[in-house]
């Protein structure tokens, strides 16, 4: 069997969130996903990190059998908005870090960012490309330093109602983009695929699994 993996949904811990847990795992299963990965906001756990993580560990034992469950979060790195200094996030299985390219954004530096936390850590929803253009980086040594720090770069398929059905630009262009694959190829950086959903009836799992198989073909 094909592995399949989306590892950025929202749950009711969200504040833009709705759904149970349970309900998005089972569309992931009725959809064919293999490994999938709840990753709410920071703020929106707030002060609830132990019985977000203690829900979803009793549900990834629940459906062990039928898909694999990662636990996530998504860190805001906006100010007001980002987790306290210090915060500890091992026993989650990585970190989706947002708004790195926003101009009001605390993070001068990624790699340097993403290796505070002590779980993997990636880049999501963010053109990085056009972030090397807009600070004169090197784009192979920008990707190589992620890949030496474990990170990982998030290719953002969501298509739904919450982000009135736009699709992420940097996506389309990578896609087309040789020249931007052979760097991501040789660079050695893990590139991921997430849906972002944030209700369920608007996922779409095909997007997914294209997604996954045009990065396995890569
Ligand atoms: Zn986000
Ligand atoms: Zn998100």
């Not at 459906?63 to 694999?68: E, G, L, P, Q, T």
């Not at 880049?123 to 784009?139: N, Q, S, V, W």
């Not at 109602?161 to 052979?182: A, C, D, G, L, T």
């Amino acid at each position: 069997m094909k592995k399949y993996h989306d590892l950025h949904s929202h749950s009711y811990y969200s504040g833009c969130g709705r759904d149970d847990p349970r309900v998005m795992i089972e569309a992931a299963i009725a959809g064919g996903i293999t490994h999938f990965g709840i990753s709410d906001h920071n703020y929106g756990v707030g002060d609830r990190k132990a019985e977000y993580i203690a829900e979803l560990s009793t549900l990834r034992e629940e459906y062990k059998d039928r898909i694999s469950l990662l636990i996530g979060i998504e860190i805001s790195t906006l100010p007001g908005k980002t987790p306290p200094e210090g915060e500890r996030y091992s026993e989650l299985d990585y970190c989706l870090i947002e708004e790195t390219d926003c101009d009001n954004t605390v993070v001068t530096d990624i790699v340097e960012y993403g290796s505070r936390f002590d779980c993997p850590a990636g880049i999501a929803h963010t053109d990085l490309f056009g972030y090397c253009e807009k600070k004169g980086l090197d784009p192979l040594t920008f990707f190589k330093r992620m890949a030496e720090a474990g990170m990982f770069w998030e290719m953002n398929v969501s298509y739904d109602s919450i982000h009135h059905y736009r699709e992420h630009e940097y996506v389309k262009e990578f896609m087309r983009n040789e020249e931007q694959q052979r760097i991501i190829r040789e660079s050695g950086v893990r590139v991921t695929v997430g849906f972002d959903g944030h209700r369920v009836e608007d996922y779409l799992p095909e997007r997914v699994k294209a997604m996954n198989d045009f990065l396995r073909e890569m």
